[in-house]
């Protein structure tokens, strides 16, 4: 497929086709530098094929294509919440949240990732799934006030009932893993609690390193808190 380049007078539907944007030779001018050397290896570059097309394929893509699609889907969707009203303003980005067109009130947030689930740090995962959720919670509840809105997660006031979130593992052409829902009667407070102690703990520096997660932690190449004489995973 990548012998091919895509034609500037694409066949009816071609563009729409993965290949064609696989083997689009403008690609590594829009990947961050540290990726285009990957780009260029074609084993790589199959093995990414591979993992795309079976991800499209698969429910997850159907579901996530579907509400691409149709408008009410934003990918890389960046926000910025003060949790619970405090001072402490936080910032992440949802890889794709979209609201359900069946259910009003109802929003589904998955976020990608190229782990296999066997090696998944599964307690951090659960983690930032729930920090999603409650973000989507806060945005959906402050929104209407003067100057606040969802950002580019398109949330809007008093649409909020529930919250779907899980991760899509790509090399496993888009398994869902993790998926909880978190419905409007959640028990948030705890969970403002918990999200607030431990951005407190990180600002100030009160967070000793948890080298028992060294194992399964995918920053443990570069941390040099990492707990020596144990050897890192191959996914490392
Ligand atoms: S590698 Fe560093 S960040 Fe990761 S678990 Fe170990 S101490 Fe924590």
Redesign the pocket.
Known sequence: MYKRQPSDRPMPGERDALSWWLSDPRVPQRLPANLREVWRDPGSREALADWLHRFKDSEAGAEIGGALRTGRARREAGFRVRVGGSGLPLVGAMDVVWRSTGAAGLWHVRDYKITLPSGAPDELYRSQLAFYALAVRELAERASEKGAGGGKTGLTKQNFEAVDVGLIFLREGGLIGSRRSFPRDFEWDGLRSRVLEAARGAALGDWP???D??RE?P??GN?P???RGRAPRASE
Request: hydrophobic content about 25%; charged content about 35%.
């Open positions: 390193a948890r080298t997660r060294c932690c920053w443990a941390c808190g990492r707990r």
